[in-house]
């Protein structure tokens, strides 16, 4: 199974030495377009995720899948820490990081998880477009952020793509009621931690000290949850050296490259304007399915993930035509 390359080591750099806001400070979005290229990263991360977690929750149990990932992702990141000296005392970092962390990874994780043995990766891939349609208004309501029209014509523009790309699934992709409404639930979830993880930034915290302790919460439900998930036949040590490799990637590169690179994106992007970039998330993951796991995907699926991917671009063309004047 071939995998992605982890973020450019100069990116990472440039992102974990940022200069961090004042307290309280509420940081905008920049001039230069560093934060838009991490999420642009994270979402490939992401992306790359989908597929790869279906590979291996065929040999590993979901419980004991979901703990290993995110202790290898807390373990890299606490080491970086320990590199960088940066302040992670809980009483300089606050309560919002754990409870994101409870959120996500944490319950996040567990509900995708479960609902990718259940229905079509594909179909896993594409919930998370859901987003955009609810990104704005929650941040609107509960964060004040003025809401952008080019967003909002994005946002359904990527809802009618990804309907069409459900649709197509459910006749040949294999996708199931309740494995759609696990991973909804999980996509739910997400956008609330995300209006939580934007206060956070908003505070001037420091995304990867942020992104230890959210991932160290993670893993304290992933201990609870293997209590009553069954392990059944699958484990980890019966597994096979592909599944392996893969349940390290996932831990080391993506989970630990994701809120790192997501956390310092939100500091200086509006959740509306994230969300339709996760949109991307879809027509990735669709491919990297198709190609690494033989997924079919039909041309109707074809169609609508270039309406994902054309909607996406909205505001990123946007953006740049009014740099440009």
Partial sequence: MRCSAAPDPVLGFA???????????????????????????????????????????????????????????????WLMVAATRANAGLGAVGWRPLVMGLLEPGLVTFLVSIGLTMTS????????????????????????????????????????????LVWGQNHHGGGSL?????????????????????????????PLVTSSWQLTAGCCVAVLLMFVMPA???????????????????????????YVLSNYAVRHLPVGRMSVLGCLTAPLGAMLSAFLLGTQVSGLDVLALIIVASATALPLLGGARAGAG
């Fill in 15 to 77: 992102i974990l030495s940022a200069p961090l806001a004042s307290p309280g400070q509420d940081v905008t979005r920049p001039r230069n377009p560093l934060p838009t290229l991490a999420m642009l990263a994270a979402v490939f991360l992401w992306s790359s995720a989908t597929p790869g977690s279906k590979f291996a929750l065929g040999e590993i149990a979901v419980g004991e899948f979901v703990l290993l990932r995110l202790s290898l992702a807390a373990l890299a990141l």
């Fill in 232 to 258: 059944g036949n699958s484990s980890v040590a019966d597994a096979s050296m592909g599944s392996i490799t893969v349940l390290l990637y996932l831990g080391l590169v993506v989970s630990a490259g994701v």
């Fill in 121 to 164: 990766p594909v179909s896993g891939s594409l919930f998370w477009s859901l987003t955009p349609l609810i990104m704005p208004l929650l941040g609107r309501v509960v964060l004040g952020e003025q809401i952008e029209t080019l967003v909002l014509i994005a946002a359904l523009i990527a809802f009618s793509g990804t309907a069409l």
């Fill in 178 to 206: 309740l494995g759609d409404m696990l991973v909804a639930s999980g996509v739910l979830t997400s956008a609330i931690n995300s209006l939580l993880a934007r206060r956070n930034a908003q505070a001037g915290a420091n």
